[in-house]
């Protein structure tokens, strides 16, 4: 796990705790920076995902040269 990884499923959960309380108190402005928040972190959660891979598989290549 890295650290992309890690932040990006923090600012998720954060995310989506900011839009509920902006669905709970009728705020559109708290919900939908609460989504962008949540969207943003998907995806450096995904940047983080995409990393382990390629650092997995240059660990595979190193092994075989």
Known sequence: MN????KG???H?????QEQV???TGDTG???KGHAKEME???QKE???AKEVLKDKAEDLNRKI
């Open 3 to 6: 650290k992309d990884q890690v």
């Open 9 to 11: 499923v923090a600012k």
């Open 13 to 17: 959960v954060g995310g989506e705790v």
């Open 22 to 24: 902006g669905k709970l």
């Open 30 to 32: 708290t919900q939908a």
């Open 41 to 43: 972190g998907k995806a």
């Open 47 to 49: 940047l983080g995902d």
